[in-house]
Nanobody, 125 residues
Framework: QVQLRESGGGSVQAGGSLRLSCVAS????????MAWFRQVPGNEREAVAS???????SYAHSVEGRFTISSDSAKNTVYLQMNSLKLEDTAIYYC???????????????????WGQGTQVTVSS
């Protein structure tokens, strides 16, 4: 059974940095797409960034240039380095995964089969 476990969330002042980690277990696909989504209570979950086993990455416009997604296949871990954090980055961040390349549908949460429990990121002024 595939499990995703996020960590690294916390509280930080605006302009600061955090690095989120997502460790995958029970995942046997050689080709995969993994992504970070975020959600503010009461709002829709939105895609933040994705990376696949081909090395392709995608970013939401709101985080491009500030966030970097990367992966370490040996550790079955995907990271989200978040720099220059803004108040509007405050949300619960979720890791998601599915088999195959991310492609143009990377931002569609319905395309992902596996989800983590989420980790809270709070940015304060």
């Amino acid at each position: 059974q595939v499990q995703l476990r996020e960590s690294g969330g916390g509280s930080v002042q605006a302009g600061g940095s955090l690095r989120l980690s997502c460790v995958a277990s029970g995942y046997t696909y050689s080709r995969y797409c993994m992504a970070w989504f975020r959600q503010v209570p009461g709002n829709e979950r939105e895609a933040v960034a994705s990376i696949d086993s081909y090395g392709s990455t995608s970013y939401a416009h709101s985080v491009e240039g500030r966030f970097t997604i990367s992966s370490d296949s040996a550790k079955n871990t995907v990271y989200l380095q978040m720099n220059s954090l803004k108040l509007e980055d405050t949300a619960i961040y979720y890791c998601a995964a599915r088999a195959g390349a991310c492609g143009d549908s990377w931002y569609l949460q319905s395309r992902y089969d596996y989800w983590g429990q989420g980790t809270q990121v709070t940015v304060s002024s």
